[in-house]
C-alpha cells in the first residue's frame, strides 16, 4: 500500500514538470518569435562600404561625396544620409536616393536570401524595407540645417512611400 502512494506522488510530480515544462516552450515560442521580428541581423557597415564604392565607381552618379547609415537595433530605424555635390540640381536628387534605396536592398539580400527584391516599375523598395522603418536625408554637402536638405523623410517599414523632395 505504501508503495502505491509513493509511485502515484511520483506520477504527480511528473506531470507537474511536464506542465511547467510546456508553458515555458509556449512563452518562449511566442515571445521568441516577435522579438526575431524587431530587428534584422545585416551589418549596415558592409552595406555602407559599397554603396560607397557603388556610387564611387558609376559615371550616372558623379555628384556623389558621401553616405552613412546607421542602423538602431533597440529601434529598428536605418537612417540613411547621402551628400551630394553642392552643384546638383534638385531634380537631379530622386535618382540618386532611389539607387541608394535599390543598392542597400540589394547588399542586405547578399546578407539574408529571405529579403525580397527591390522593383522600380512596381515601385516597391524591397523585402529590407518591409522589416525596418527608415529615415532617408539627401543633402549638399554644404547644408548647415535641415532647411537645406533635398529631402528629409522617413519611410515607414512596408510603406514603400514615394520618395519627394521636400
Not at 515560442?29 to 564604392?53: H, N, R
Not at 536628387?93 to 536592398?105: E, F, G, L, M
Not at 539574408?112 to 529590407?128: A, F, H, Q
Amino acid at each position: 500500500m505504501k508503495n502505491e502512494k509513493v509511485n502515484s506522488k511520483g506520477c504527480g510530480c511528473a506531470i507537474a514538470i511536464l506542465v511547467i515544462f510546456v508553458f515555458l516552450v509556449i512563452v518562449i515560442w511566442i515571445f521568441g518569435s516577435d522579438s526575431d521580428e524587431s530587428s534584422v541581423s545585416i551589418d549596415f557597415s558592409k552595406i555602407e562600404t559599397s554603396l560607397d564604392q557603388s556610387f564611387k565607381s558609376s559615371d550616372q552618379y558623379w555628384l556623389y561625396d558621401s553616405c552613412d547609415l546607421k542602423y538602431d537595433e533597440e529601434s529598428n530605424d536605418l537612417t540613411i544620409t547621402l551628400a551630394l555635390n553642392s552643384s546638383i540640381s534638385p531634380d537631379a536628387v530622386i535618382p540618386y536616393a532611389k539607387y541608394a534605396i535599390s543598392t542597400i536592398n540589394y547588399e542586405a539580400q547578399r546578407q539574408d536570401t529571405n529579403l525580397k527584391d527591390y522593383s522600380e516599375s512596381d515601385g516597391y523598395y524591397g523585402g529590407l524595407f518591409d522589416a525596418v522603418d527608415a529615415f532617408l536625408i539627401v543633402a549638399p554637402s554644404s547644408a548647415q540645417t535641415d532647411d537645406d536638405y533635398y529631402i528629409y523623410e522617413s519611410i515607414p517599414k512596408g510603406s514603400n512611400r514615394e520618395v519627394e523632395l521636400q
